[in-house]
Each structure stands twice: as C-alpha cells, then as structure tokens.
C-alpha cells in the first residue's frame, strides 16, 4: 500500500473516528488495530495527539507559562437534573463538561447539557461560564445554537440547556457532499450571516473555525455556529470584557486567530472575527489554513498570520513548491472534493477570491472588511458576476465583468470594432500604461485612507449605536430581577433622545428611527411607528437619495405599518410607486421580492384573494430560483392563509404543514409559531377535532417551557385551546380559561394590547355557545369601541367586529338595532373596501337572516342569492362563506315550504362540505341537520331516520351524547322512528 493511500485511509479514520462517544471510539479504534495493526497504531497517537490539543486550546493560560493537566473530573452521566437525564458525555472544554440529556417534561427532546466543572467555581471561571450563558440566550438566528434553559443543580453548579446540533464539521461536510466552490460559498454566507447577528448583539465569537461550525446532512445542509464559551460581550449590557478576557490569558485557536488575538493586549473587535471567516473561507478554498502555526506561545510579530507574504488561494494550489504551493498529486484530491478539475479549480480563484479572502485576512485591521456582512456581500457579488470591493475598483476590471454577464451582445460587438481597435492599441498603450502606474499610486493611498475612515466609521457608530440601546433597554435585561419595565416606555425614551444623542449625525440617527419605528410596529403601535418610519424616509431621503436601499427599506416598512394598522389603500399606493422605482434601478433580487411579497400580503387583507394568491406564488417561484431558502417559510405560511381564505382548505392545510415539519418541534421564529397555531385552527375547521387538541396540548406544553405561563405566545396558545373547549362541549371551561388569560394579559401586556381584544372575541365566542348573549354583547361592543380607536371605524378588522357586535344583537331579539348597524355596515363596508369584499356580501347574508326571521321571505331570499353570487365570484363556489349562505338559502326554503328546492340545495351543498371540510366538519354536520328537516317536515321519515342516524353519530363523537344539540338531533330521529311506525 502506499504512503499516499496510507494518509487518506488515517484521515478518513480519524475523522471518524472524532465523531464517536469516547466509549464508542475505542471500540472503533480496537476494530481497525485488529485488521491493519500499523494503521491502529497511528491512529491513537494521532487522537491521543489531537485530545491533549483540545484541552490546551479550550484550557486559557497565561501566555508563556507551562501548560498544566486539566483537573480529573467525575462523569455525571445516567444522573437527573431537573427536568434533564443526562448521557454520555459530548465534549468538555477548559470550564465546562458537555453532555447529551434527555429532556423529560413538558416535552420529550434531545438536548445539549453544559454544567460547570466540579472544582473550577472560581469567581473568574463561574463569571465567564454565567457570560456564556448570557452571550448565546442573546440571540436568536436559524444558523446559530440556541440556549432552551439555565440553572443549578442542587449542589450549586451551574449549567444550561441548548439545543443539540447532529452535524459535523464545515469543511468535512463540504468535503463529503463534494460540494462546488458555489454551494460552499453559499453555506459559508449562512455563516457570516449568523455572526453578523452576534456583532449585531455586541457578540464577538473569537474562537470561529469549522469544529465551531456545524453542518447537519439531514435538512439539506444547515450551518450552524456553536460555542460561545470565550465570547467577548462589546456591548455595557453584557458581561465585564476587561473581568473575562485578562491581558495574559490566551483564548482562542492558534490557526484561526488574527495577530490582535495573538498579542497581549491586543485590541479585539468584529473585524477580529472577520479574520477567522477569512482563514475559514481559505480553507474552504483550498483544503489548509494560510500557513502552518509556528510560536503558538509567541508574539504575533513572529506568527506567520502577521506576515505580509501569505499565499493567495490559488497560489497555494497552483504555485510550485516552496513557493507556496501543493504538490501535484494533493490538488488533483482537493479539487475532486470541489467537484471540478486542478486547472478549473485553479481558475476559479484566481483574482476575485484571491483578493476577497486576502482582504479578510489582512494583518492591520483596518484593511479588512469592517462586517462580516460586507464580506459577505463581497461573496455575493463574485457569485452574481458583479466587480467585487475587494479588487481596486479600476475601469477595465469592472468592464471585463460587465463583459462576462453580457457575453454574447459583446462577442458581436466586439467582431466589428476589432480591427478598429487593434490599429489605435499600439498608438494608446505606452500612455494609458504611464497614466495607470501613476493612478495606481495615487489611488492606493486614496483607497487605504478610505479603507481605514470607513472601518473607524464603522467602528464609531457600532460604539455609538450599542452605547444608546444598551442605556435605553438595560432595564429589560431578562437576567435582571424586577422585569416589568413596559416596551413602550422604553422606545418612548429613546425616540426623545434621538434627537438630542445624534443630532449632528443624520444617517446615523435615520437607522435608529428605523429600528424604533420597527419596533413600535412590532408591539402593535401603529401611530408612533409610522410617525418614525415617515421621518426616517425623510431622513435618509436627504442624506442618501430616495433610490438608496435604506430609504427603500423605510418605505416598504412603513407600508406594512400601515396595512397592519387598516390603511390598505394608502399602503398599496406607497408599494405601486416602490414596485416601480425598483424596476427602473434595477435593485437586488431579495430586495424585489420582499416588495412583491408586502404587496401580496396588502392584496391578501384587501380581500383580493386571486391576486394575492398570483403575487405569493411567484414570490416562491423566485425565492425558490435564486436559492433564497430562509424566505420560502414566509411565502408558504402567506400562501396556507390566502388558501384558507379562499376555501381551499386542502391546499392550505399543504402550506401550513410545509412550515411545521420544516421549522421541527425546537424552532420559535414568528412563522414556525404562527403556522402551527395555524394549522391547529384549520385542523379544527376540518372536523379533525382530536388530531386538532392534540397538537393544541402540544402547542401549549412547548410554549410553557420555553417562555414561561405568562409570555404571550403561551396566552396565545391557552386562548386557542380554549376555543376548540368551546366549540367541542366544553364552552362554561373555555368561559373560564379565556376570562384567566384575559386577567393575565391586562396585567402583563397592558390595555393596549392587541392581543386583550382578540381574547375578548374568543371569549365572546365562548358566551355565544353558552347561549349567554347578554354577557357576550358588552365584550364585543368593547372590541368595537377599542378597533375603532384604534384603527378607526372603516377599518377591515373593526368593520368585522361591528359586523358580529350587530348579529349579537339580533340575537338578543333586538331586531331593529341590530338592522339599523348592518346597512350602517355595509354601507361603510361598500364604500372603504369595495361591494365584492367578503364583508360586505357576509353582510347581505346576516340581512338575509335577520329577513327571514322578520317575516321577510323574498328580501330574506334576495339578500341570500346575493351572497351567494358574490361569494361564488370572490371567493369561489366552495368556500365555506359560500357553503355557508347555500345553507341558510335552503333553510329559507324549508321554513316556505319549498321543500323540492330545499332538498337540492342542501343535498348539493352537503357533497361539497363533506369533500371540501370532511364528513366531521361543524358546518358538515349543520348542513346535514337541515336536510334531515326537509325529509322530516315533507313527511319522508325513512330519509330522515337515514340522516338523522348519521347526524347523531357524529355529534356524540365530537360533542358528546349528553351535548343539547346531539340530544335535539336524538328527539327528531326519535319523532322520524314514531312517523315510520
């Protein structure tokens, strides 16, 4: 066997080998010994070599001291904490042990475990272990592990709960997966993505390297970014830098850290970060870091990262050796595991990405990219075929990029001005290339200074920006005692200081209005935030032009700001123009879709469904396209609620799921969250009422642990549950749980809350099935009072609940009341929203109703086809809304005597909600009580005992045998049974 097979066949050992458990890796270790003794042998000093390289990495010591063992430790594997069984251990770093548990209760899930080390409870080592705790439950990103729970165990240790992450190393995977330079440039993008966040947080990783950042093989490659354990907390709200990072403590991986982190003292910031995406992008590139560490323990002047003649990516591969480069026989191998050719390869790097990864591992800071976000965006523009920042912008590189993108038109062109341009070239050339040597001097110095304002800028107003949040929300740390300082006071406090803290610097104070603006929408105060985001625009049309990205930006959040608060015409006004500004400049892909996506969402609460449905699609066609992956579950969970809307509940329920088995059950984002609830509520509308409950239960359960019994989104899921208790027999215990969430609400959120007026709505629902229609009246009419305050009277939300404030009414056999607010209603309807909205022809089917029961049959009947015809149109002939009005027509029928068209109709409907809702659905089962009238009022029992059997049937199964309306559907089968003898 060779040498060359040899090292492949230990590399491929080891690499598995480091995956296993320690129990697990002896036995494969002992495996291979048996059959290739030699191979065996190398393979545990290797691991033997690479364990004690761990510990010193993950152990700090004073720079120049003698490393010293770690201290033995006692596994605590098999032993309970709280809620948490623990397994084998995973890791142990230089403060604490990792292990996988098993959570118990309230869910079952696997876990990562991290406790303190037994005798390290030094105030320095139980100080930087609490700030990693602190650092990770910070953020919140899909590419970064989250923290689920912290705490101590009974003998004082601390630890906390985060989430497990099955995958392995970045460049392993890459490897494996054989992926192109393309496919790991996109992966790696999710990684500058997931520490832009951290920066965004004050968070600095500093220890970032491929074992930091995990690719799980089972979704398709997510990268995600672990171990925060030496973080270091840039903003005052954070944990003490100067405590936790002492000048002679040496934190960090040799290989990946910049020569700030390897020189005592040295300053460190984002852009030290950004050095170690760099080395990891090398070695994404190339297959080994820059250069091989030499004087760990020395200074950085002596550490090959600060020296100036590091080998750019393609001479590492492409240059002879001595130079630089690898031997022939190790490209051929890097480059298969690139899917491609040494040649090809080669190409690839060659100046775009030499120049990009040079610039991120530069030895003086301030020559790097200031944020991960610009390298990547720099990445971005090499894939899109664009100049990259990283080269001097010089006129003939930026046009040979625009000659690649329009190759074809300038092969053409090209044919036709050759020979002009060969004739002229030898006239030209001696002076262009005296002028280019002068420019290029000139131009360098005018670079470096730009390079180094823009990073002291980017510098500056990171400070800035952390100092002014960290002030203003330091009273909303959840690691405080007392957390009840209200939002809204908060961003009141800071929307006075705006002003007065960034006066002189505009741009500056237009993205903190931004994120202020922001976050009023965000708590539902649509005023303040449009106010803000009015003045932002205003702002940053000012300094920047109304065709820069940000003023776009503002634009289109002030538009969703304005639809959520009702104002759907001025939002679709404000997105017309938006739409048609970005197709004259030609903006980003993500930029346009997010446009599109706003402008579906407004067509979706216009009620122009068809419309809306069209925009959603075509967002998600493009998403898909363009590989903009985080944005398909936005675009699914739009697409599920315009589906429900238009009664296609099949296709909804498709979305909705599409979301929650993607988002898994350890995701909290806003879409996985909303689209379970979702789904849940469809679920029930479907007549899957135990396969509803249980994953309400499940819902409710999770949400608990994860935010505690009062956050509002474990109100949120109390408050659904409650409402399926309602709907399924049990409405006097939905009654009191809606009434404790509402008492909750009101002391934990505030009077403001949009969350307190839709709990009123379920509670009102509750009393309606108690047939309490005098308690449900006072609720509804607050709901309507707190809409119209807020949104005002015309609109789309307050115009329903006006709707249902007058059907509650009518129910109170206030007749005359309950007329006069429908036609008020639909005349506001009519005009705000158009005469085709759903409320509106909703509303012509409540004044069929209230027709009939006047005594009224032919308004009641024209009022009724009206619906129907209008609905059919808008929403489809099997919507629900449709069904529903088909149903009331055929009762109309009955109630005259016409039993032939009664028949026709609800027998026709009937087939339809069963296909459509299912054959348990509520309004399935109404429309079969109906029909069982007509067989049984036009003296045809043998037909009624057949529907009426049915009927029953399915309500003690949902509702109960001792349930009122399963009883009365008991007594008329009786009566059909008493008709037949």
């Known amino acids: 066997m060779t040498d060359e097979s040899e090292g492949r066949d230990l590399e491929t050992a080891f690499d598995d080998a480091i995956e296993l458990r320690l129990d697990e890796r002896d036995v494969f270790v002992a495996s291979i010994a048996a059959r290739r003794p030699e191979l065996g042998a190398r393979l545990r000093q290797l691991l033997a070599a690479h364990d004690r390289m761990g510990m010193f990495l993950e152990e700090p010591a004073p720079l120049g001291a003698p490393a010293t063992p770690p201290r033995a430790s006692t596994s605590l594997s098999g032993t309970t904490i709280g809620a948490f069984r623990l397994g084998p251990i995973l890791g142990e770093g230089g403060f604490g042990t990792v292990y996988e548990a098993e959570q118990l209760a309230p869910v079952r899930r696997t876990v990562a475990l991290k406790i303190l080390k037994a005798g390290l409870d030094t105030d320095l080592v139980v100080a930087r272990f609490a700030a990693e705790r602190q650092t990770l439950a910070l953020m919140n990103h899909p590419n970064i592990a989250r923290v689920f729970e912290a705490g101590a165990t009974e003998a004082g240790r601390p630890y906390f709960v985060m989430e497990k992450v099955p995958g392995v190393p970045l460049t392993r995977y890459c490897n494996r ?21 951290a920066h965004q947080k004050g968070v600095i990783h500093r220890d970032l390297k491929p074992s930091n950042i995990l690719v799980t093989a089972d979704d398709g490659g997510t990268a995600k970014v672990i171990d925060f354990g030496i973080a270091k907390a840039t903003s005052p709200d954070g944990t003490d830098s100067t405590e936790l990072t002492r000048q002679n403590q040496f934190l960090g991986t040799p290989a990946y850290m910049s020569p700030e982190q390897l020189t005592p003292g040295g300053s460190v910031d984002t852009r030290s970060d950004v050095y170690s995406l760099g080395v990891v992008l090398y070695e994404l590139l190339t297959g080994e870091t820059p250069a ?77 990219y200031a944020s991960a976000d610009a390298l990547s965006d720099d990445l971005r523009r090499y894939l899109e075929g664009e100049p990259v920042e990283a080269r001097p912008p010089h006129p003939l590189y930026r046009w040979r990029k625009l000659v690649g993108r329009h190759r074809v038109a300038f092969i053409a062109g090209s044919l036709f001005l050759g020979l002009l341009i060969i004739s002229v070239a030898g006239l030209t050339w001696l002076a262009i290339e005296l ?94 935030a449009a106010a803000h985001l009015t003045r932002a625009i205003e702002e940053r049309t000012q300094c920047l032009g109304g065709d820069h990205t940000e003023t776009r930006a503002s634009r289109r959040l002030l538009a969703a700001t304005l639809r959520s608060s009702g104002k759907l015409r001025e939002a679709d006004t404000i997105l017309d123009a938006l739409q048609r500004d970005e197709s004259r400049i030609d903006v980003p892909r993500r930029e346009a879709l997010a446009t599109l996506r706003e402008r579906g969402v407004t067509w979706y609460e216009q009620g122009r469904y068809v419309e809306a449905r069209a925009a959603l699609e075509e967002c998600r066609e493009q998403a898909e396209r363009w590989g903009f992956s985080d944005a398909l579950w936005t675009l699914d969970l739009g697409l599920g609620r315009v589906a429900e809307r238009s009664g ?6 498709r979305y909705l799921a599409r979301v929650v088995d993607a988002a898994g059950d350890n995701d909290e984002s806003e879409e996985a969250l909303s689209a379970e609830a979702d789904l849940a509520m469809l679920l029930l509308r479907r007549g899957r009422v135990d396969e509803s409950r249980l994953r309400m239960q499940e819902i409710l359960d999770r949400r608990t642990a994860r935010f505690g019994p009062e956050h509002v989104a474990t109100l949120n899921a109390r408050a659904n549950l409650a409402t399926l208790h309602a709907q399924t027999g049990a409405a006097r215990e939905a009654e009191g749980e809606l009434l404790e969430v509402l008492e909750i609400a009101e002391r934990t959120l505030g009077d403001e809350s949009l969350h307190l007026d839709r709990y009123r709505v379920y509670l009102c629902g509750a009393r309606v099935r108690l047939g309490r229609w005098d308690a449900a009246e006072p609720v509804i009419r607050q709901v309507v009072e707190n809409y119209s305050a807020r949104f005002g009277p015309n609109n789309p939300r307050t115009l329903e609940e006006r709707h249902r404030l007058a059907m509650t009414l009518q129910r109170l056999d206030r007749a005359d009341e309950a007329e006069t607010m429908l036609r008020a209603v639909l005349a506001d309807t009519e005009e705000h929203l158009g005469p ?27 009022e009724c086809l009206t619906a129907i015809d209008g609905l059919s149109r808008t929403l489809g002939p099997e919507n629900s809304a ?44 109404s429309c079969l009580y109906n029909l069982g009238l007509v067989y049984l009022e036009s003296d045809r029992p ?26 009365r559907g008991r007594a008329l089968l009786d009566r059909a049974r008493s008709a037949v003898k």
Request: with cysteine; proline share 4%.
């Open 177 to 197: 997966q054989k992926l192109s330079i393309a496919d790991r440039l996109g992966l790696f993008r999710d990684v500058c993505a997931a520490v832009q966040h």
């Open 292 to 368: 091989v560490i030499e004087g760990l323990r020395g200074s950085s002047r002596n550490s090959p990262h600060a020296r100036e003649d590091l080998p750019r990516p393609s001479t590492r591969l492409g240059g002879e050796s001595g130079s630089g480069g690898r031997p022939r026989e190790g490209i051929a191998r890097v480059a298969a595991d690139r899917s491609t050719d040494p040649t090809t390869l080669v190409r690839a790097l060659r100046h775009d990405l030499d120049w990009i990864v040079m610039k991120s591992i530069a030895s003086d800071p301030t020559q790097r």
């Open 435 to 528: 002028d280019r040597q002068r420019r290029r001097a000139v131009d360098a110095e005018q670079r470096a200074d730009d390079e180094r304002g823009d990073a002291v800028d980017a510098r500056d107003e990171s400070e800035a920006v952390s100092a002014f949040l960290s002030e203003m929300f330091a009273n909303l740390s959840p690691f405080r005692e007392g957390y009840d300082v209200r939002v809204r006071e908060v961003l009141d406090t800071a929307a006075e200081q705006l002003e007065k803290s960034f006066a002189s610097r505009p741009r500056l104070r237009s993205r903190l209005r931004h994120t202020i603006g922001d976050s009023y929408r965000e708590i539902g105060l649509f005023e303040p």
């Open 648 to 653: 296609d509940l099949a296709t909804a329920e």
């Open 836 to 862: 085709m909205h759903p409320t509106a022809l909703k509303i012509h089917m409540s004044l069929g109703l209230l027709d009939r029961e006047q005594g009224r049959p032919a308004d009641a009947e024209r």
């Open 882 to 925: 449709t069904l529903g009005a088909r149903t009331n027509l055929g009762r109309l029928y009955l109630d005259q005597g016409r039993f032939d068209e009664a028949e026709s109709m609800l027998r026709s409907t009937l087939e339809i909600k069963r296909r459509v809702l299912g054959p348990t659905a509520p309004f399935t089962r």
């Open 942 to 967: 043998e037909r009624a005992i057949e529907i009426f059997e049915e009927y029953v049937e399915l309500q003690s199964e949902a509702l109960g045998a001792s349930h009122a309306s399963t009883q």
